[in-house]
Every structure is written in C-alpha cells, then in structure tokens.
C-alpha cells in the first residue's frame, strides 16, 4: 500500500495539477495563435505581397512526367511562407507566454511584500512586551 499512496501523494501535488492544466491551455492556446496567424496575420501581410503568406514557396525541382503525361516524380518545393508563419506563432506565444509570467511574478512580488497581519498570540505577547517596557 505505501507505493500506491506514495503515488497518490504525487499525483495530487499542486505542482503537478498545475503542470498538467498549463500543457492543456498551452495546447488550445497555441491553436488560437495558429488560428490568428493563419486567418487574419498572413492575409494582411498578402496584402502587402500581393499573395497569402503560406502559399509563398520556391520551386526547387519541376515535376517528371512520363511519355504517357502520368507524373512520375512530383515537384519539390520550398515552402517558405509556411516557415514565417510559424515563427510569427512561435514569436506571439513566447511573447504572451512572457506576459503571463511577468504578471504572475508581479503579483508574487506584492504578496511577499504585504506584511502578514499578526496573529492573535503575537499581539498579546507585543502588548505585553509593550507593558513591560513603561
């Protein structure tokens, strides 16, 4: 029984639940990003290009074809526009996600230097310190 109440005793920690709510909002986080990047960040810079950013790619090699006109080897691209788009999720979830810690490190910051209102044996115990000083 002590392995499974051990376990048990791990599996609850705080740290842990944390951890795991935070992978999950992380997760549907990163989809919003993706979502964002996609519908609305690349169109506005394809605006400017003349193009949507994930359709932007380099032909490297052109398709092979048969005498028969059936595609032997397809072409090969470099699909740039993908690779912006996902450095631009990466850059706007590192940027929030620095946001949130800042913020978080913020308000631990306040609350470690909010002075802890004295309990009722240390007020008894300071107006008797108090007493016997006069």
Same mark, same amino acid.
């Given at each position: 029984?002590? %392995?499974?109440? =051990? %376990? ?27 979502? %964002? ?29 048969? =005498? ?5 080897? =397809? ?35 306040? =609350? ?23």
């Amino acid at each position: 029984m002590g %392995f499974i109440k =051990e %376990f048990k005793d791990f599996a609850v920690k705080g740290n842990l639940v944390d951890i795991a709510v935070a992978f999950v909002m992380g997760g549907a986080f990163g989809k919003v990003v993706t979502s %964002f990047t996609e519908g609305v960040v690349s169109p506005l810079i394809g605006l400017i290009g003349g193009a949507d950013l994930t359709k932007n790619m380099i032909q490297l090699k052109a398709a092979v074809s048969d =005498e028969t006109g059936k595609v032997v080897q =397809e072409a090969v691209f470099l699909k740039w526009g993908d690779f912006a788009t996902a450095i631009i999720n990466f850059i706007l979830v590192a940027f929030v996600m620095f946001l949130v810690i800042k913020g978080i490190t913020i308000l631990k910051k306040k =609350e470690a230097e909010a002075p802890a209102a004295p309990s009722s044996t240390d007020q008894l115990l300071m107006e008797i310190r108090d007493a016997l000083k006069k």
